[in-house]
Nanobody, 119 residues
Framework: QVQLVESGGGLVQAGGSLRLSCAAS????????VGWFRQAPGKERELVAA????????WYADSVKGRFTISRDNAKKTGDLRMDSLKPEDTAVYYC????????????WGQGTQVTVSS
């Protein structure tokens, strides 16, 4: 069982930056891919970034490519999402998750953190 806790959400103006962090507890963190998902009101949850177990293969949704950067530190059991050039359409609840499937790493989830981007 892996427990995940996100931090770093908040309110930011368009064009600004935020860094989300995900702290994991429990065993075998390094065996899982890490993903960051988001869900806006009235929309389905979407995967915006994922990184493989070793941290050598990041993936990004087209909507965030070039603006978001995902990283992980297996020794510290953390996963981060750096978000730059934020847009109002990035407003959502962001969830950290880990899983065995790199393309949808959703076996264990955090509680979510709100990101609001004002125009």
């Amino acid at each position: 069982q892996v427990q995940l806790v996100e931090s770093g959400g908040g309110l930011v103006q368009a064009g600004g930056s935020l860094r989300l962090s995900c702290a994991a507890s429990g065993p075998f963190f390094s065996r899982y891919a890490v993903g960051w998902f988001r869900q806006a009101p009235g929309k389905e949850r979407e995967l915006v970034a994922a990184i493989d177990r070793t941290g050598s293969a990041p993936w990004y949704a087209d909507s965030v490519k070039g603006r978001f950067t995902i990283s992980r530190d297996n020794a510290k059991k953390t996963g981060d999402l750096r978000m730059d050039s934020l847009k109002p359409e990035d407003t959502a609840v962001y969830y950290c998750a880990v899983g065995m499937n790199y393309r949808w790493p959703g076996d264990y989830w955090g509680q979510g953190t709100q990101v609001t981007v004002s125009s």
